[in-house]
C-alpha cells in the first residue's frame, strides 16, 4: 500500500529552523515528482516547493526562495524540506505529495499530483 508520512514539524521560535522529512512506504520514490505544499488556518492550499525525479531541477515559491531547501534520498525512499529563517506567516500544515511521471520538470500545481501525506504542523511563534 503506497504510503506518505511526513514529520519533523513542531514548534519553533522566528529565525529558527526545521527539516522536515517525508516517508515513502510500499514503492520506490525513483519514478516520482515530489511536491511540497502548505496551508495555513483560514487559507488555501498553496505550492512551496517540488523536485524532479531525478534530483536536478527545483522549484520555490517566491515566499521561501533562499530559505527553503528541498532535497531527496531515494536510498532512503525520503525527501526533505530544510526551512531556515522562518517566519510566523510560515506557520502551517505541511504536507508532501508525488506523482509519476516521466517528465523531467515539476511544478506546484496542487492538481498535478495524486498521492499525499496526512500532513505534519509548523508553528513560528515567539
Known amino acids: 500500500q503506497l504510503q506518505l508520512v511526513e514529520s519533523g514539524g513542531e514548534l519553533v521560535q522566528p529565525g529558527g529552523s526545521l527539516r522536515l522529512s517525508c516517508a515513502a512506504s510500499?514503492?520506490?520514490?525513483?519514478?516520482?515528482?515530489i511536491g511540497w505544499f502548505r496551508q495555513a488556518p483560514g487559507k488555501e492550499r498553496e505550492g512551496v516547493s517540488c523536485?524532479?525525479?531525478?534530483?536536478?531541477?527545483?522549484n520555490y515559491a517566491d515566499s521561501v526562495k533562499g530559505r527553503f531547501t528541498i532535497s531527496r534520498d531515494n536510498a532512503k525512499n525520503t525527501v526533505y524540506l530544510q526551512m531556515n529563517s522562518l517566519k510566523p506567516e510560515d506557520t502551517a500544515v505541511y504536507y508532501c505529495?508525488?506523482?509519476?511521471?516521466?517528465?523531467?520538470?515539476?511544478?506546484?500545481?496542487?492538481?498535478?499530483?495524486?498521492?499525499w501525506g496526512p500532513g505534519t504542523q509548523v508553528t513560528v511563534s515567539s
Open positions: 505529495a508525488v506523482v509519476r511521471t516521466v517528465q523531467a520538470m515539476c511544478g506546484l500545481t496542487i492538481a498535478w499530483y495524486n498521492y
Open positions: 523536485i524532479t525525479r531525478s534530483g536536478s531541477s527545483t
Open positions: 510500499g514503492f520506490t520514490l525513483d519514478y516520482y515528482a
